[in-house]
C-alpha cells in the first residue's frame, strides 16, 4: 500500500486484497477513518445547498409602482406650471430685491438731474409728451409686459388674457392702475373669455412715471383707443390703496368701477 502523495494516506490497490483491515489499522493508524468510497456524486450532495437563495435583507424592497407613478405625475405637474407661469425666468419680474424700475436715473443719464434735454421737453407740446411717453412705454411693455400678454398684445388663450380689445384696459383708469398696482388672481372674464391665474403686484418695481407710461401704450394700441394715464393719476391710485397687501378679484373690480376712490 503506497501512500497519497496530496492527503499521505494509504491508497488501496489490488495488491492490498490480501491484506487484512487489522493489519491495515495497526500499521496504519491515519488509515482506520479513510473512506474509499468512489461512488458518491458531490454535485447531487451539494445541489440542493446551490440551489437555495440567500435571506433577504432590509432595504432591499423594491419601490412600488404607484409611488413611482405619483412622483412622475408631480415632476410633469411641475414642468408644466413653471412653463406656465416664470416669464423666462427673467431676474427683473421675480426679483424683488432688485432695484426698483423706473427708479432715479444715474447722473448723465438721459432724464437725469440736470439733463437739459429732459428738462426742456417739460414745455414740449401734449402731442410730443404722449409721443415721449408712448415710446417710453413700448419699451418698458417689451421687458416687462410682452412674456405673458406677448408682443402684439393678444396674450396667451386660456393662460394670459389678451390687452387688445380687452375692456380693462381700455375702461376707467381708476381699476386699471390698481389691477397693475396689487395684481389680480382667480376667475375673470376678458373679452368674452374666461381666465383663472394670477398677476403679481408691479407696485413695489415700477415707479409712478413708468407705470403711466406702460398703461398709456396698452390703451392707445393694437386698435385701442382710450385716454393716457398720468403720473399723477398712478400716484393719486397708489396713494389711495397704500395699506393694501393682497390681490384683487373681478368682483373687488367691478365694485371699484361703480365706487371710484376719492
Known amino acids: 500500500?503506497?501512500?497519497?502523495?496530496?492527503?499521505?494516506?494509504?491508497?488501496?490497490?489490488?495488491?492490498?486484497?490480501?491484506?487484512?483491515?487489522?493489519?491495515?489499522?495497526?500499521?496504519?493508524?491515519?488509515?482506520?477513518?479513510a473512506?474509499?468510497?468512489?461512488?458518491?456524486d458531490v454535485t447531487q450532495v451539494h445541489g440542493a445547498i446551490l440551489r437555495e437563495k440567500s435571506d433577504p435583507h432590509d432595504g432591499q424592497e423594491p419601490i412600488p409602482v404607484w409611488i413611482i407613478a405619483i412622483c412622475l405625475g408631480v415632476v410633469l405637474w411641475g414642468g408644466y406650471y413653471l412653463g406656465k407661469n416664470t416669464a423666462n425666468f427673467r431676474p427683473d419680474i421675480f426679483d424683488t430685491?432688485?432695484?426698483?424700475?423706473?427708479?432715479?436715473?444715474?447722473?448723465?443719464?438721459?432724464?437725469?438731474?440736470?439733463?437739459?434735454?429732459a428738462e426742456g421737453a417739460a414745455a414740449d407740446s401734449p402731442e410730443k409728451q404722449l409721443a415721449a411717453l408712448m415710446k417710453e412705454g413700448k419699451s418698458a411693455y417689451g421687458?416687462?409686459?410682452?412674456?405673458?400678454?406677448?408682443?402684439?398684445?393678444?396674450?396667451?388663450?386660456?393662460t394670459?388674457?389678451?390687452?387688445?380689445?380687452?375692456?380693462?384696459?381700455?375702461?376707467?383708469?381708476h381699476v386699471l392702475i390698481p389691477i397693475v398696482l396689487h395684481g389680480v388672481h382667480g376667475p375673470m372674464t376678458v373679452a368674452g373669455a374666461?381666465?383663472?391665474?394670477?398677476?403679481?403686484?408691479?407696485?413695489p418695481t415700477i415707479?409712478?412715471?413708468?407705470?403711466?407710461?406702460?398703461?398709456?401704450?396698452?390703451?392707445?394700441?393694437?386698435?385701442?383707443?382710450?385716454?393716457?394715464?398720468?403720473?399723477?393719476?398712478?400716484?393719486?391710485?397708489?396713494?389711495?390703496?397704500?395699506?393694501?397687501?393682497?390681490?384683487?378679484?373681478?368682483a373687488e373690480l367691478l365694485q371699484l368701477k361703480a365706487n371710484p376712490p376719492k
Not at 97 to 117: R, V
Not at 160 to 173: F, H, N, R
Not at 194 to 203: H, K, R, S, T, V
Request: charged share 20%; glycine share 12%.
Open 35 to 40: 473512506d474509499y468510497a468512489e461512488g458518491i
Open 143 to 158: 421687458s416687462i409686459c410682452a412674456s405673458c400678454h406677448q408682443a402684439g398684445g393678444g396674450g396667451q388663450p386660456g
Open 194 to 203: 374666461q381666465y383663472n391665474n394670477n398677476m403679481q403686484a408691479w407696485g
Open 97 to 117: 430685491h432688485a432695484a426698483a424700475i423706473g427708479g432715479p436715473a444715474a447722473p448723465g443719464a438721459p432724464g437725469a438731474a440736470g439733463d437739459t434735454k
Open 160 to 173: 394670459y388674457p389678451p390687452l387688445a380689445g380687452s375692456e380693462w384696459v381700455t375702461g376707467d383708469s
Open 1 to 33: 500500500m503506497k501512500p497519497d502523495t496530496e492527503t499521505n494516506l494509504p491508497v488501496k490497490d489490488p495488491s492490498d486484497a490480501l491484506v487484512p483491515e487489522e493489519h491495515l489499522a495497526e500499521h496504519h493508524p491515519e488509515a482506520k477513518n
Open 207 to 250: 415707479k409712478d412715471k413708468k407705470m403711466a407710461a406702460i398703461l398709456t401704450y396698452i390703451r392707445q394700441s393694437w386698435g385701442n383707443n382710450a385716454s393716457p394715464v398720468t403720473p399723477e393719476e398712478v400716484g393719486k391710485i397708489r396713494e389711495a390703496f397704500k395699506d393694501r397687501k393682497t390681490q384683487w378679484t373681478e
